[in-house]
């Protein structure tokens, strides 16, 4: 039995890595998938590639960093469905700089795309959800939000906001059985992590019990948890999927 059969799913930053795993998880477990990325082509080749499975998916290319741009893209949405049950908050950039060189741009960009994108996008799909009163908030935040790390500010201020987020969201719309949830990865093999030197992805994993970096399709699996009915009495929680970084 899959579980998301019928269900209506919007995952930001779908074109690679860790986005791109959930919104093929989601597609395999029957989900109708909108791949929303800041690169047309991007999206667009995940969503082809959930159509040649059999399974259903559009592409749309979106700035999330760009409030006008969200807003138009969610009424051409909101003109096709009647709401969007499972709302994937992924999309994300790194600027990693010493605090002392870090520019204006590099933090406002950095907080515009992973912290403020969320809130556009959340302002314009909840309301249908409250609508409804059926929904699924998945934000998907960092280990880096709980911890802190040298050279991130601006990246853990980000992803710790979110969790911030996340927590006073779901108090909100509890009411309207609509659950919020984030998860918090730790080091994943995707393109921010390949773009590391190889001394530092080596000392990475001696901070990892597991000894080894996850892969998209682990956190991908947390999402479809939480997007499913077995996660019907979580809400304002954070997902640790980190191979025991963070206890």
Known sequence: ?????????????AG???????AERFA???????????????????????RQQGNKAEAFAVDVSSKNSVYDIANQILSRYEAIDILVNNAGITCDKLFVRMKDEDWEQVLLT???STFYVCKSF?????????????????????TGNAGQVNYAAAKAGLLGFTKSLAKELAGRNITVNAIAPGFVTTDMTQGLNETILEQAKTCIPLRRFGLPDEVAAMAVFLASDEANYITGQV???DGGMVM
């Not at 690679?16 to 959930?22: S, Y």
């Not at 909840?126 to 880096?144: E, L």
């Open 16 to 22: 690679r890595g860790i986005g791109k795993a959930i």
């Open 239 to 241: 997902m640790r999927v």
């Open 114 to 116: 992973n912290l403020f």
């Open 28 to 50: 395999k477990e029957g989900a109708y998938v909108i791949c929303i990325s800041r690169t047309a082509v991007n999206c667009q080749q995940v969503a082809e590639g959930i």
């Open 1 to 13: 039995m899959k579980k998301l059969t019928d269900k209506v799913a919007l995952v930001t930053g």
């Open 126 to 146: 909840i309301q249908p959800m409250v609508q409804k009163r059926w929904g699924r908030v998945i934000n998907i935040s960092s280990v880096a939000g709980i």
